[in-house]
């Protein structure tokens, strides 16, 4: 999508509380990459929550917490989301964070390696899930998320441009190359109905049938 269109789409939607921009002021002055997803994304994933009726939700890459901030928020009061975080500089700023929001009491953070935490939770025991992690493990989180996700679920998965850099050609950045097969394998998903909706930097939505 062209930068206009994202500026016009952004002009009209809910932009981020003083708690969020904050957050990520604060997360960008840590040195915390500056990829948390854009308000029109949050707004958009609050949505989806909402019309599915959402209670458990499952995050691969908490980063800064954002994300998963954004995600809880959309879930009733006795919702959970767990959020999986490798790095234990951004779990640690996460859960400073998280702490202070107002749904602290919805999100619970893992520490450690999707593929080590993500075979350790039950089958159909969440309504959606979010990939936002390692490029090369997007298929393994895949995976997992066509076992954990209950029949009609949300599976979500951030980056399908790439970074904007999915059609250039003659790319040598390995992120580029396993976004590329990532999005052939879930166009080959035929337990999936899904679509790359062009909000952020491409965001896969996926229906589990």
């Not at 002009?11 to 002055?29: H, I, K, S, V």
């Not at 997992?144 to 040598?172: C, P, Y």
């Amino acid at each position: 999508m062209r930068d206009d269109f994202k500026n016009y789409v952004a002009r009209f939607t809910m932009p981020e509380d003083d708690f969020l921009r904050a957050l990520n002021r604060e997360a960008l002055e840590a040195g915390l990459p500056a990829i948390s997803i854009a308000p029109e994304q949050g707004s958009f994933m609050q949505i989806l929550l909402r019309l599915i009726g959402a209670r458990e939700v499952v995050e691969v890459g908490t980063l800064a917490g954002c994300s998963a901030i954004w995600m809880a928020r959309a879930l009733p009061g006795d919702g959970q989301l767990r959020t999986i975080e490798i790095s234990g500089k951004h779990a640690d700023f996460a859960e400073q964070w998280i702490g202070r929001s107002d749904v602290a009491g919805r999100i619970r953070l893992f520490r450690g390696a999707g593929d080590d935490i993500l075979p350790k939770f039950k089958a159909g025991s969440a309504d959606a899930f979010f990939i936002d992690a390692d490029k090369a493990g997007y298929p393994r989180y895949l995976e997992q998320a066509l076992r954990i996700v209950r029949a009609g679920g949300l599976i979500m998965a951030d980056n399908a441009f790439a970074f904007g850099a999915v059609l250039e050609k003659g790319s040598t950045d390995p992120n580029v190359e396993s976004m590329r097969r990532f999005n052939e394998i879930m166009t080959a998903q035929t337990g999936l109905q899904s679509m790359i909706v062009p909000i952020g930097d491409g965001l896969w939505v996926s229906v589990k049938r």
